[in-house]
Protein backbone atom coordinates (compact mmCIF):
# COMPACT_ATOMS: atom_id res chain seq x y z
CA UNK A 1 0.00 0.00 0.00
CA UNK A 2 0.93 3.34 -0.71
CA UNK A 3 1.78 5.84 1.95
CA UNK A 4 -1.41 8.52 1.68
CA UNK A 5 -0.20 12.61 1.82
CA UNK A 6 -2.98 15.50 1.98
CA UNK A 7 -4.64 17.11 -0.12
CA UNK A 8 -5.31 20.91 0.60
CA UNK A 9 -8.19 22.79 -1.12
CA UNK A 10 -8.09 26.46 -0.46
CA UNK A 11 -10.22 29.20 -0.74
CA UNK A 12 -12.79 30.08 1.73
CA UNK A 13 -11.72 32.92 4.44
CA UNK A 14 -13.45 33.02 7.80
CA UNK A 15 -13.92 37.04 8.79
CA UNK A 16 -14.07 36.81 12.51
CA UNK A 17 -14.36 40.35 13.55
CA UNK A 18 -17.92 40.59 10.81
CA UNK A 19 -19.40 37.25 11.22
CA UNK A 20 -19.08 35.87 7.65
CA UNK A 21 -16.73 34.34 4.93
CA UNK A 22 -15.20 37.44 2.83
CA UNK A 23 -12.43 37.99 0.65
CA UNK A 24 -8.98 37.93 1.74
CA UNK A 25 -6.24 41.00 1.10
CA UNK A 26 -3.40 40.46 -0.88
CA UNK A 27 -1.05 39.61 1.96
CA UNK A 28 -3.65 36.68 3.57
CA UNK A 29 -3.72 35.54 -0.07
CA UNK A 30 -0.01 34.94 -0.11
CA UNK A 31 0.21 34.19 3.71
CA UNK A 32 -2.17 31.60 3.51
CA UNK A 33 -0.45 29.88 0.20
CA UNK A 34 3.11 29.90 1.77
CA UNK A 35 1.87 28.51 4.65
CA UNK A 36 -0.03 25.74 2.94
CA UNK A 37 2.99 25.10 0.82
CA UNK A 38 5.04 24.53 3.50
CA UNK A 39 2.88 21.68 5.20
CA UNK A 40 3.63 17.88 3.67
CA UNK A 41 1.18 17.95 1.08
CA UNK A 42 0.35 16.00 -1.71
CA UNK A 43 -1.22 18.50 -3.60
CA UNK A 44 -2.83 22.12 -3.33
CA UNK A 45 -6.10 22.85 -5.12
CA UNK A 46 -7.59 26.52 -5.21
CA UNK A 47 -11.03 26.93 -5.68
CA UNK A 48 -11.08 29.85 -8.82
CA UNK A 49 -14.74 28.22 -9.62
CA UNK A 50 -18.07 29.54 -8.38
CA UNK A 51 -19.45 27.73 -5.17
CA UNK A 52 -22.27 29.15 -3.16
CA UNK A 53 -20.99 28.47 -0.04
CA UNK A 54 -18.50 31.41 -0.77
CA UNK A 55 -19.38 35.07 -1.09
CA UNK A 56 -16.88 35.85 -3.62
CA UNK A 57 -14.44 33.78 -5.61
CA UNK A 58 -10.89 33.58 -7.33
CA UNK A 59 -12.35 33.19 -10.79
CA UNK A 60 -13.73 37.50 -10.24
CA UNK A 61 -10.19 38.41 -9.05
CA UNK A 62 -7.60 37.04 -11.71
CA UNK A 63 -4.90 39.36 -10.79
CA UNK A 64 -4.65 37.60 -7.69
CA UNK A 65 -3.98 34.33 -8.92
CA UNK A 66 -0.05 35.10 -9.00
CA UNK A 67 -0.29 35.18 -4.99
CA UNK A 68 -1.40 31.61 -5.33
CA UNK A 69 1.36 29.73 -6.48
CA UNK A 70 4.86 28.52 -5.74
CA UNK A 71 6.89 31.02 -6.96
CA UNK A 72 5.17 33.50 -4.71
CA UNK A 73 6.54 32.19 -1.64
CA UNK A 74 10.28 32.73 -2.98
Known sequence: MYP???V???QSFR????GHNAWPTLDQIKDW???TR?????AISWYV????VYDDYLVNHP??????????CK
Not at 49 to 52: A, G, H, I, V
Open 4 to 6: AKP
Open 8 to 10: VLD
Open 15 to 18: CNSC
Open 33 to 35: NCA
Open 38 to 42: QLPTG
Open 49 to 52: WRQS
Open 63 to 72: EDWPLTVASA
